[in-house]
Nanobody
Framework: QVQLVESGGGLVQAGGSLRLSCAAA????????MGWYRQAPGKQRELVAD???????NYADSVKGRFTISRDNAKNTVYLQMNSLKPEDTAVYYC???????????????WGQGTQVTVSS
């Protein structure tokens, strides 16, 4: 069972910064798109940003210019640098990855356990 291990959430004041990390098992045969989603109380889970294995990025309009997604392919790790945080960024942030655990496996979708980000006003 492939796991995504997240770290970096916490409590920060508005205007502050946080950096999230998410590592997939290095033994995975292939990791394609990696990304971050978030879910605020009473709302649907939404895409924050994602990045392909060749570095193409995609951002939600609400975070453009404030958040930066990056990845280290050698470590199967994705990062989310969050700057100029706002109270409306408060949510549980989930790491997401598409990939194949072995040469013989088809592509699968994996989710992290979630990490809480709270931005106080």
């Amino acid at each position: 069972q492939v796991q995504l291990v997240e770290s970096g959430g916490g409590l920060v004041q508005a205007g502050g910064s946080l950096r999230l990390s998410c590592a997939a098992a290095r033994s995975m045969f292939r990791v394609d798109v990696m990304g971050w989603y978030r879910q605020a109380p009473g709302k649907q889970r939404e895409l924050v940003a994602d990045i392909t294995s060749d570095g193409t990025t995609n951002y939600a309009d609400s975070v453009k210019g404030r958040f930066t997604i990056s990845r280290d392919n050698a470590k199967n790790t994705v990062y989310l640098q969050m700057n100029s945080l706002k109270p409306e960024d408060t949510a549980v942030y989930y790491c997401n990855a598409h990939g194949a655990p072995t040469f013989y496996s088809g592509s699968r979708v994996y989710w992290g356990q979630g990490t809480q980000v709270t931005v106080s006003s």
